[in-house]
């Protein structure tokens, strides 16, 4: 069910369209994040990884085994090998032929357009990432103001640090699987020296979280909603954002008049 809400709270839920339009697209395709665009997500969400070869790649897991017709792991492969691969085929026929793409193809789309929640998937296996984001964003003058809607995110908490001292002015956020239930004011004071983002599994989201979060001065966008109801407990928990695989769902909350 969920309770009636109104226009405004609407309004000022951010919707993030998890990996694209993961429900409806090949997860971290162009075609998923165009698919998240057009739906009018507020944000793209994107797993970035690197190659063998140094370069930056959107893509989930730290093999392309499940979601490309290749085997092994990102950091073995380099990004031409990468490239060859067809990312689309197991979600549909009809996707056959998308690519894994580049972070940096990603940025010069989606820029401007939508905001863009940028992962960095398992960052302690590629030394250096945190840089090699940095440069990305910092070439494209993406680095100066968050004015468009640019945040950096990430399990690993250390790699958010270190990410922040070298982007300064982007917002980060840190990352927190369904075992962080009994978080502490005091850990959360300790995230919010560095993040402006609480995003945690939306299984250990309650009331007094999402207010313990907000005291701390951060913002919340639990994952990953792939249900209407589930969409909608998170909209009555007072949550700043939801990370979801169906954007719709975010818009479908019954409003006021
Ligand atoms: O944006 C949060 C969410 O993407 C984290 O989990 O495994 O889908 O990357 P995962
Ligand atoms: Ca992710």
Do not use: C
């Amino acid at each position: 069910a969920g309770k009636v809400i109104s226009k405004q709270q609407q309004q000022e839920m951010v919707n993030v369209a998890h990996r694209g339009a993961s429900g409806h697209a090949p997860e971290n395709t162009m075609e998923a994040f165009q698919k998240g665009f057009e739906m009018k997500a507020d944000y793209i969400e994107i797993d970035v990884q690197m190659t063998k070869d140094g370069e930056l790649v959107v893509i989930h897991d730290t093999t392309v085994n499940r979601t490309t017709d290749g085997t092994g792991k990102v950091g073995d492969l380099t990004l031409a090998e990468i490239r060859q691969l067809d990312a689309g085929s197991w979600f549909g026929d009809a996707y056959a032929g998308e690519k894994v793409p580049t972070f940096e193809e990603v940025l010069n789309e989606f820029r401007g357009k939508v905001g863009i929640l940028i992962e960095l998937k398992a960052p302690e296996l590629y030394p250096g990432v945190e840089a090699k984001i940095a440069d990305a964003l910092i070439e494209r003058n993406m680095d100066t103001a968050n004015n468009e809607k640019i945040i950096i995110q990430s399990f690993n908490h250390e790699s958010m640090k270190t990410s922040k001292e070298l982007l300064p002015n982007l917002s980060h956020g840190v990352l927190l699987g369904g075992n962080w239930a009994n978080v502490t004011e005091e850990q959360l004071a300790q995230f919010a020296a560095y993040a402006d983002y609480f995003n945690p599994s939306m299984y250990i989201v309650t009331e007094e979280l999402v207010g313990d979060v907000h005291e701390a001065g951060m913002d919340i966008y639990p994952y990953t909603s792939r249900s209407q109801e589930q969409a909608l407990r998170l909209f009555d928990l007072n949550v700043d954002g939801i990370i979801t695989d169906y954007p719709e769902h975010v818009y479908a909350h019954p409003v006021k008049n």
